[in-house]
Nanobody
């Protein structure tokens, strides 16, 4: 099993920045990829970013490319999502997912990001 705890979400103004954290425990953290997803009110959960086990490969949704950066610190069992130039449409609950791409995968409880216009 993998336990995931997200943090860092808050209310921020348009153009502001936030850094989300996803702390993992359970299985060996450096063995698996991790993803970030988000769900806005009334919408389906959507992919935001993912990072491979070593941090050498990343991928982003087109809507966040160039503004968001995913990274990981395997020594701290933590994945980060640096979000810059935030827009009101980034408002959502952000979820951590791991192992990303696995048939047996886990989700955190989510952290709320609200971007005011």
């Amino acid at each position: 099993q993998v336990q995931l705890v997200e943090s860092g979400g808050e209310l921020v103004q348009t153009g502001g920045s936030l850094r989300l954290s996803c702390a993992a425990s359970g299985r060996t953290f450096s063995n698996y990829a991790v993803g970030w997803f988000r769900q806005a009110p009334g919408k389906e959960r959507e992919f935001v970013a993912r990072i491979n086990w070593s941090g050498s490969r990343t991928a982003y949704a087109d809507s966040v490319k160039g503004r968001f950066t995913i990274s990981r610190d395997n020594a701290k069992n933590t994945v980060y999502l640096q979000m810059n130039s935030l827009k009101p449409e980034d408002t959502a609950i952000y979820y951590c997912n791991a192992p990303y791409g696995s048939t047996e995968t886990y989700w955190g409880q989510g952290t709320q990001v609200t971007v005011s216009s």
